[in-house]
T-cell receptor, first 115, second 112 residues
Framework: KAGVTQTPRYLIKTRGQQVTLSCSPI?????VSWYQQTPGQGLQFLFE???????NKGNFPGRFSGRQFSNSRSEMNVSTLELGDSALYLC??????????????FGEGSRLTVL | QKEVEQNSGPLSVPEGAIASLNCTYS??????FFWYRQYSGKSPELIMS????GDKEDGRFTAQLNKASQYVSLLIRDSQPSDSATYLC????????????FGTGTQLKVEL
């Protein structure tokens, strides 16, 4: 069974640009969450999507947005990039049956560097 | 006060010893608790989940939960050098969905 796939793995952007990251969850997983990981702040929750709807959102500015498609694949977008957006962006999927277990399975991440 | 607190370490233990990792959380209504292991340069990997008070054992790993004290711990028996990693404590709050709040992690070093 394939794991969570994130693309691209590495990218370099300059301030003011925008970026789109993609995530394909484990087959059968309908919940997709995004986290930002930095050395200083650790893992910070961005948002969660389930059945194409955002059902949880973290404390990030509106420059951070996401969406989920009918096949559960998800994208996140960061507009007007700032130096502080340099981080590892992790996508995680979760199987959601009768209840939300909270058990997340992470992809390898997309490492974004903003110059 | 941080929502999920862990000692950043590093915690150094000799090979074969028991490593004890601790975590406290602030949301008294939290119901689900997790331990993730993250090797350097890799993504977090779920190793244990615990939902009720007491101990839960899985191989060399034991998770312990005390909701009254808002305390979660992870014991690693017979520690191996391959256990050297950062261990992240995560808590699922009272809201719906799969939103987890993570601690900043404890770095474990198992020495030969």
């Amino acid at each position: 069974k394939a794991g969570v796939t994130q693309t691209p793995r590495y990218l370099i952007k300059t301030r003011g640009q925008q970026v789109t990251l993609s995530c394909s969850p484990i087959s059968g997983h309908r919940s997709v969450s995004w986290y930002q990981q930095t050395p200083g702040q650790g893992l910070q929750f961005l948002f969660e999507y389930f059945s194409e709807t955002q059902r949880n959102k973290g404390n990030f500015p509106g420059r951070f947005s996401g969406r989920q498609f009918s096949n559960s694949r998800s994208e996140m977008n960061v507009s007007t990039l700032e130096l502080g957006d340099s981080a590892l962006y992790l996508c995680a999927s979760s199987w959601t049956g009768f209840t939300d277990t909270g058990e997340l399975f992470f992809g390898e991440g997309s490492r974004l560097t903003v110059l | 006060q941080k929502e999920v607190e862990q000692n950043s370490g590093p915690l150094s233990v000799p090979e074969g010893a028991i490593a004890s990792l601790n975590c406290t959380y602030s949301d008294r209504g939290s119901q689900s608790f997790f331990w993730y292991r993250q090797y350097s340069g890799k993504s977090p990997e779920l190793i244990m989940s615990i939902y009720s008070n007491g101990d839960k054992e899985d191989g060399r790993f034991t998770a312990q939960l005390n909701k009254a004290s808002q305390y979660v711990s992870l014991l690693i028996r017979d520690s191996q050098p391959s256990d050297s990693a950062t261990y992240l404590c995560a808590v699922k709050g009272t809201g719906g969905g799969n939103k987890l709040t993570f601690g900043t992690g404890t770095q474990l070093k198992v020495e030969l």
